[in-house]
C-alpha cells in the first residue's frame, strides 16, 4: 500500500458545475477525514467518517456538499452547484484505530472554479 | 470544544540559527498534538506528536516540541535551521477520541542563507 490516494489532483469546472472527488485511504485505516485548504490558511475540517459512518460535520459544509463512504473503504465528497469561492485544495487523510495516531494525508485535490 | 492558535504568520531566520515556533491550544480533554510541515506543492508530513507521555516530544529532522500544561502551549523549536526547513509548520490539537483534528493557520519559516 502506497498511502492515501485522491482523484483527480486537479479539477477545473464552471460556476454551477457538479464535481466528485474521490479518496482511497490507507486500507487498514478505519477513520477517514476530509479538509479544504485555500492559500495561506491552514486546511480546514470539512467532515469525518468512522468506517462507513459519517460522524461529524462541520458548519462550513454547504447543503451543496455531500460525502458518503458507503463500504467504510473508499469516499467520495460532492459539490454541486460550485461556485467560485470552492475553489480550494481538497485534502483526505485517514488514521487507524490509535486515536493518537498521525493523520496521512493524500496529495489532495486541487478545484478551480471559473 | 477545541482550538489552536499559531502566534507567528511568518517566521525568518538565518541558517544556523534558533527556530522557535510558538503553538496555544485550547482543549475539554486531554489532547493529543501534533506539528506537520507542508513543502510547497506537497503533501502534509508529520514531525512530531505529543499523546500524554513525556512532555518533551522529539522529531524528525531535529525538531522538538515540549507541551506545557500549564501554558496550554506546544511550541516547535531546533537548535540549528537549515534551508531544507524552509515550509509551512502547522501545529495540530485533537481530542481524546481523536475525533476532531483542528489546524492552525500555520507559520511559513523562511530560511536565509
Known amino acids: 500500500d502506497t498511502g492515501v490516494s485522491q482523484d483527480p489532483r486537479h479539477k477545473i469546472t464552471k460556476r454551477g458545475q457538479n464535481v466528485t472527488f474521490r479518496c482511497d485511504p490507507i486500507?487498514?485505516?478505519?477513520?477517514l477525514y476530509w479538509y479544504r485548504q485555500t492559500l495561506g490558511q491552514g486546511p480546514e475540517f470539512l467532515t469525518y467518517?468512522?468506517?462507513?459512518?459519517?460522524?461529524?460535520k462541520s458548519r462550513l459544509l454547504s447543503d451543496r456538499f455531500s460525502a458518503e463512504r458507503p463500504k467504510g473503504s473508499f469516499s467520495t465528497l460532492e459539490i454541486q452547484r460550485t461556485e467560485q469561492g470552492d475553489s480550494a485544495m481538497y485534502l483526505c487523510?485517514?488514521?487507524?484505530?490509535?486515536?493518537?495516531?498521525?493523520?496521512?494525508f493524500g496529495e489532495g485535490s486541487r478545484l478551480t472554479v471559473l | 470544544a477545541q482550538s489552536v492558535t499559531q502566534l507567528d504568520s511568518h517566521v525568518s531566520v538565518s541558517e544556523g540559527t534558533p527556530v522557535l515556533l510558538r503553538c496555544n491550544y485550547s482543549?475539554?480533554?486531554?489532547?493529543?498534538l501534533f506539528w506537520y510541515v507542508q513543502h510547497p506543492n506537497k503533501g502534509l508530513q508529520l514531525l512530531l506528536k505529543y499523546t500524554s507521555a513525556a512532555t518533551l516530544v522529539k522529531g524528525i529532522n531535529g525538531f522538538e516540541a515540549e507541551f506545557k500544561k500549564s501554558e496550554t502551549s506546544f511550541h516547535l523549536t531546533k537548535p540549528s535551521a537549515h534551508m531544507s526547513d524552509a515550509a509551512e509548520y502547522f501545529c495540530?490539537?485533537?481530542?481524546?477520541?481523536?475525533?476532531?483534528?483542528?489546524f492552525g493557520a500555520g507559520t511559513r519559516l523562511f530560511v536565509k542563507a
Open positions: 467518517f468512522q468506517n462507513e459512518a459519517q460522524l461529524e
Open positions: 482543549s475539554s480533554y486531554s489532547p493529543s
Open positions: 495540530v490539537v485533537s481530542d481524546t477520541g481523536g475525533f476532531k483534528t483542528i
Open positions: 487523510a485517514s488514521r487507524n484505530r490509535d486515536s493518537t495516531g498521525e493523520l496521512f
Open positions: 486500507s487498514e485505516h478505519n477513520r
